[in-house]
């Protein structure tokens, strides 16, 4: 039942700036953990943001940081991902995720359990 669906991928050129919705449908629990995550060809699917849906508490991966910002709007069970000065090794596919459980658990793949289709971020040189 619980559905997430990824929106505002496209192409870029580097130094350039994207932002990805994630619209969440189905109960996933205010006290859930919503996740980023991306995978290029051939590498593992990694963490990239995270934010706690009731506490606001966030989690970022050091290789985002100061350059993106996870938010949501709750009103309209909507998680955003702003991506700034965007490189080509940003390129990947991007998934939202969801994770039931309050307690954070580490920004892995293992630790959330709903998954989006995915949408493709190409960044250009």
């Known amino acids: 039942q619980v559905q997430l669906v990824e929106s505002g991928g496209g192409s870029v050129q580097a130094g350039g700036s994207l932002r990805l919705s994630c619209s969440v449908s189905g109960y996933i629990a205010s006290g859930a953990w919503m996740g980023w995550f991306r995978q290029a060809p051939g590498k593992e699917r990694e963490g990239v943001a995270a934010?706690?849906?009731?506490?606001?508490?966030?989690r970022y991966a050091d290789s985002v940081k100061g350059r993106f910002t996870i938010s949501q709007d709750s009103a309209k069970s909507t998680v955003y991902l702003e991506m700034n000065s965007l490189r080509p090794e940003d390129t990947a596919m991007y998934y939202c995720a969801a994770r039931r459980a309050s307690a954070w658990g580490g920004l892995a793949a293992t630790q959330f359990e709903y998954w989006g289709h995915g949408i493709l971020v190409t960044v250009s040189s």
């Open positions: 934010i706690h849906t009731f506490v606001g508490s966030i």
